[in-house]
């Protein structure tokens, strides 16, 4: 699926893509793609009914590359490593958006932007997908403007 | 003095009631500025003011905790300043909106502050969660409500002090009067706004031609709003009900019949969680974990109760702590309820998973039912009435509010708790998208009905005309607007609209653009003559 919006976002489809997103974008199909989610009866049942109306699919990472290409498609995944697995995969998105990544108990992580919280190894994962050429931004919402994501890392000393 | 430390009192409490009860949603405009004007003795500048942001605003709404125009200070600020202001209330209330809306857009620079303090104070809490002191752990959810408040009462007392004093009397009687005429037309223009950003927000390209319904109704039958909002609800049931031969998704056979739960909380248990979500839900909301400290704060009787062991009873907290954010009044309480049942299951795992499964589609469905359509109805008819002048508008949207949601959300905690791990598949019947899609139908219709009869707005341009009659040649003055209205009723509010519509959602701009480009635009018009919001009086 390549040309995709691929979004990074812990709480997947809600207020802020259901209103804000798939509209400034003209979406047409949504791909929520993550492994659990994925496994997970209750959120394959519940996360189209949130949707409003767009075709929704629920993949694990392996089914999203598979899926075949389509226009006007935005990923949403859960985790950083999603986003990760998915280019490691092959897929080459048109821009991978760092929206909403909470900080995981346990995990030690610095909070980059307001909404985004990054672990050390989280970090160099984000600049490997960088240097691999994929556009990595942080946007909340449409109105915001799009910030070049390994700069606010090299800030916070990540 | 007085006056400004009650309207301060009242900025507190419309910040505190749009994050933990929304009892009659103070923090709107309508609201806030309705009671800011009887606070200051002038009822009817609150209500004018009120009602001008609250179209300006409609459908703008905190999502996830993205900043939004601190339009409650706007409303309360812009009203105690038109009070001071020279000359009659149409003008003061010009001054006003003119004073509400900047103040609006440049005070939400203060809301990131407030919320970066919170941010702070929840790592607070981790420490007495780990100690398992329940204690601390409410005192830090309460404090978190001290920089919410501040950020916008400290600007409400300041501004309330210097409208209070004859500065703003002697500044505003110079402004010329052609800028007040300008201001009011500016005023009619700006619900144009409200409905633009509504629309950008549904699905305008799929349900447009419901529109047409509501239109018809005001500009060629002139029902009342209320009429079109009731055609609104039979178009809507109609949709929803013949929807049902689709096949949608097959309702999930009945579940094995589980080991029944020993019931170990009690009544009084349920009523205390239940009690401190509905006055609290929100009031720590931070950047990190957003509504966690709120929900843990709710669980914590239950976790008292089924946790005896401190371990179980410090996990239990921690469990709770972990980042939640979803709808509060459609949706918070279903997982509050679930939660609940889960927990007293014995299956703290699965509480965990559904809540984390549940709360991003509860935001998306709630957030769109709630802000951009029942809300927005609601409170486009109050702001209706309130430009009349009457008191039934502001009154008619917080009962709206205050019971549907108060009813809405005790039954929501109480039917999830009942149904337990049933829920899930009720809620996987489709019942969800058929509400949200009931409700789209409803506000398509009645927005067709509110913008001819909210958006105001006619040409007082003429031109000369000569005809000839019995061979002398009379030079007539014709007014544009009658021709106009002969070729479609409402046509300079329709085309308003989509006007603002094409800038916000076609050119893109940013609202707070396209809200200056109007009042420049309407202030211009205005003080020139050749629009007005409405007719002048036959002379």
Redesign the interface.
């Given at each position: 699926m390549a040309g995709a919006h691929v979004r990074i976002d812990?709480?997947?489809?809600?207020?802020?893509?259901?209103?804000?997103w798939t509209?400034?974008l003209g979406v047409r199909r949504l791909v929520v793609c993550n492994d659990e989610?994925a496994a997970?009866?209750?959120?394959v049942?519940?996360?189209p009914?949130?949707?409003?109306?767009l075709p929704t699919d629920v993949f694990s990472v392996d089914a999203t590359l598979a899926a075949e290409a389509g226009d006007g498609v935005m990923i949403i995944v859960k985790h950083p490593e999603d986003a990760f697995r998915l280019v490691e995969g092959g897929l080459r998105p048109e821009v991978v958006n760092v929206g909403?990544v909470?900080?995981r108990?346990g995990d030690i992580a610095t909070?980059v932007t307001?909404?985004v919280?990054v672990t050390a190894d989280e970090a160099d994962a984000y600049r490997k997908l960088a240097a691999a050429g994929v556009p990595l931004v942080t946007q909340?919402?449409?109105?915001d403007k799009p910030t070049e994501f390994v700069p606010l890392l090299d800030r916070k000393g990540l | 003095m007085l006056v400004a430390l009650a309207l301060t009192l009242w900025a507190i409490y419309c910040t505190y009631d749009g994050l933990g009860p929304f009892l009659i949603y103070a923090q709107r405009p309508l609201i806030a500025g309705s009671v800011a004007g009887l606070i200051i003795g002038h009822p009817l500048l609150g209500l004018l003011i009120g009602a001008t942001l609250e179209l300006a605003a409609l459908g703008v709404y905190t999502?996830?905790?993205?900043t939004i125009p601190d339009y409650q200070t706007g409303a309360i600020v812009g009203t105690a300043l038109a009070a001071g202001a020279a000359g009659a209330p149409a003008a003061q209330a010009a001054i006003g909106i003119g004073v509400g809306l900047p103040a609006a857009i440049l005070l939400s620079a203060l809301d990131?502050v407030g919320?970066?303090v919170t941010?702070a104070l929840v790592h607070r809490a981790d420490g007495y969660a780990a100690d398992g002191n329940a204690r601390g752990m409410a005192m830090i959810h309460w404090v978190s409500l001290v920089p919410w408040v501040a950020v916008r009462a400290v600007p409400t007392f300041l501004a309330a002090l210097a409208a209070s004093g004859g500065l703003v009397k002697d500044i505003t009687a110079s402004i010329p009067a052609g800028f007040v005429q300008g201001m009011t037309l500016a005023g009619s223009l700006l619900p144009a706004v409200g409905f633009a950003l509504l629309l950008?927000?549904m699905?305008l390209s799929?349900y447009w031609y419901l529109l047409l319904i509501g239109f018809v109704g005001f500009a060629y039958l002139h029902l009342p709003v209320l009429g079109i909002a009731l055609i609104g609800v039979a178009v809507a049931m109609l949709f929803v009900t013949l929807k049902r031969d689709e096949p949608v998704?097959a309702v999930p056979e009945a579940p094995p019949a589980e080991p029944t739960v020993d019931p170990r909380l009690t009544k009084q248990d349920l009523r205390r969680v239940f009690r401190r979500y509905f006055w609290s839900s929100q009031i720590s909301w931070n950047?990190?974990?957003?509504q966690a400290l709120g929900f843990a704060y709710s669980m914590e009787p239950v976790l008292r109760r089924l946790y005896p062991e401190k371990a179980d009873y410090v996990a239990g907290l921690?469990r709770h702590l972990?980042?939640f954010?979803?709808?509060v009044l459609v949706g918070g309480p279903l997982i509050l309820g679930s939660s609940v049942a889960l927990e007293e299951a014995g299956t703290p795992k699965s509480a965990a998973?559904?809540k984390v499964?549940?709360?991003?589609?509860?935001?998306?469905?709630g957030?769109?039912v709630v802000?951009?359509l029942y809300n927005s109805i609601v409170f486009t008819m109050g702001a209706s009435w309130a430009l009349q002048g009457n008191w039934l508008g502001p009154a008619f949207a917080a009962v709206m509010v205050l019971v549907p949601y108060a009813l809405v959300r005790r039954w929501q905690f109480g039917f999830a708790y009942r149904e337990g791990k049933r829920l899930?598949g009720h809620?996987?019947a489709?019942t969800?998208?058929r509400v949200?899609?009931g409700a789209?139908v409803l506000g398509f219709v009645v927005l067709g009905g509110f913008i001819p009869s909210i958006v105001k707005v006619v040409t007082t341009l003429t031109y000369r005309q000569t005809t000839t009659v019995q061979g002398q040649p009379v030079t007539q003055s014709v007014a544009i607007q009658n021709q106009l209205d002969e070729l479609l009723p409402f046509l300079l509010p329709v085309l308003v609209t989509a006007g603002v519509y094409l800038l916000t959602?076609k050119a893109?701009l940013?609202?707070v653009w396209v809200i200056g480009i109007v009042v420049v635009a309407g202030v211009v018009l205005g003080w020139l003559g050749w629009f007005a919001p409405s007719a002048p009086a036959k002379s």
């Open positions: 812990n709480r997947l489809i809600h207020g802020q893509v259901t209103v804000a509209r400034r989610v997970d009866e209750l959120q049942m519940l996360l009914q949130a949707a409003r109306g909403n909470a900080p108990p909070m307001r909404s919280a909340l919402m449409p109105q | 999502y996830g905790g993205a990131p919320k970066m941010t950008g927000m699905e799929r998704l950047y990190e974990r957003m921690q972990q980042f954010n979803t709808s998973s559904t499964a549940l709360m991003g589609p509860m935001a998306g469905i957030d769109t802000f951009a899930a809620l996987a489709g969800l998208a949200a899609q789209t959602v893109r940013r609202p």
